[in-house]
């Protein structure tokens, strides 16, 4: 079926709408469902007081997103129904003859843009709510310095993968998508083993854990699961948030073991551990190697649809670009694919909370269920979890499971 520019105008304009809409809808089915009130199966996690912080905090956040979210589809149907990205286009065109610089110059106003509108909501939700709520560590000079650094990682990266996506499409033409898709598998397997080592130096210190009585009792749980564990860092954190978290990065002699420093300092040794094993059981069950292969593949299927529409004039011109334009028609194939990435990302939602489970059962049996448990609970206390989200809400949204459900599943390994 071969639609008009009007019809496909048409499609975009209700991709974007009943997206936000969808979106609107889950964030206040969300929001209505917190209660003020201490309901009894939280009294063991939760006290009254911090209780109520969390319902308010929760709520907080809603509001302010549910705010930045109206102003945003506001400037994006400004923008689609004024016809400002063929603009755009006109005004590349007229300033650059290469077609990968014009594409780079169109998508780095874009980019900068965007950050200049967003930088305001940012500030406000840095220093006004998560330092109201005693969160936030980071400083302003901190603030900027990320900003600058995020903006030379963007510019380098990004601009070195437009460019080999734009040249392969100018290239090779419809084929592009098989090679291109070569590279970002080998882009996001080197991100996944360099990262700790080349990006995340950039922005925290990494210091390896002292001998003592944690390393001791972590080298004995990597021992007792087969699971030699050497590379374990400690990351400051603490600079920017006073929240707590822990993650594996790299594959093989790589594998490197981050556990933030706000962890350290409110969880015992024997929750350290058990968050540990949680972290073991991930790489046990194959949980990052699946993960990484089904983004390889999600990857794979969004460029080869991308090849059937990128090459379309009618595209372009549904968004007031007066001729063929890749950059007018990235943007175009985004909004359109977005019912296919939510649909996708319900799925890996629920492959992810189920692989939360597993780790929690891994670590469960092979070490401790009940440290688990009270790390997990301290976690939530601490960051103002919402121990009560909407059903709906964890289906389209969380990766990992509501803390009560995660555990009453580990009472069963107890």
């Not at 009894?40 to 912080?53: G, P, V």
């Not at 490197?256 to 962890?263: E, S, W």
């Amino acid at each position: 079926m071969i639609f008009s520019s009007d019809q496909l105008f048409t499609i975009i304009i209700l991709v974007v709408v009943i997206d936000y809409a969808l979106n609107t809808v889950i964030d206040i089915l969300n929001y209505k469902k917190a209660n003020s009130k201490l309901p009894a199966d939280l009294k063991d996690i939760f006290d009254e007081e911090r209780y109520r912080m969390a319902v308010q905090y929760q709520r907080v956040n809603t509001k302010f997103g549910l705010w930045s979210g109206l102003t945003s589809i506001v400037i994006i149907l400004l923008v689609l129904i004024f016809g400002i990205l063929g603009d755009l286009d006109s005004f590349t065109r007229l300033h650059f003859d290469s077609v990968i610089t014009r594409t780079l110059a169109f998508f780095g106003i874009i980019y900068i843009l965007n950050d200049i509108w967003n930088i305001p909501w940012q500030w406000y939700s840095t220093f006004k709510i998560e330092d109201r709520f005693g969160f936030n560590k980071m400083t302003p000079s901190l603030f900027w310095k990320d900003k600058l650094k995020s903006y030379l990682l963007t510019a380098i990266v990004g601009g070195i993968l437009l460019s080999v996506l734009v040249f392969l499409i100018t290239w090779i033409g419809q084929s592009f998508w098989l090679i291109f898709w070569i590279v970002i598998t080998m882009f996001m397997i080197a991100a996944n083993f360099f990262y700790t080592s080349w990006i995340l130096p950039l922005f925290n210190k990494l210091a390896p854990l002292e001998e003592g009585s944690l390393r001791d009792k972590i080298m004995a749980y990597g021992k007792s699961v087969n699971f030699p564990i050497e590379n374990i860092y400690i990351m400051d954190g603490s600079k920017r948030s006073s929240k707590a978290n822990a993650f594996f990065s790299g594959f093989g002699k790589r594998k490197k073991i981050v556990l933030f420093d706000t962890l350290m300092e409110k969880h015992t040794e024997e929750e350290l551990v058990a968050i540990l094993a949680h972290e073991v059981g991930h790489n046990k069950k194959k949980h990052t190697v699946s993960g990484m292969i089904s983004a390889i593949l999600q990857s794979g299927a969004m460029l080869f649809i991308m090849s059937f529409m990128i090459f379309n004039p009618t595209l372009s011109q549904a968004l007031d670009a007066e001729q063929l334009s890749f950059p007018v028609n990235f943007i175009a194939f985004g909004i359109i694919y977005t019912p296919i990435s939510l649909v996708l990302s319900m799925f890996t939602n629920f492959i992810s909370r189920k692989h939360e489970f597993q780790a929690d059962e891994f670590a469960a049996i092979t070490y401790n269920g009940e440290a688990l448990q009270n790390a997990l609970k301290k976690l939530s206390v601490d960051s103002l979890s919402n121990l009560k989200p909407h059903k709906w809400y964890v289906f389209f949204h969380y990766s990992h499971p509501p803390l009560l459900q995660r555990l009453k599943a580990i009472d069963k390994h107890n």
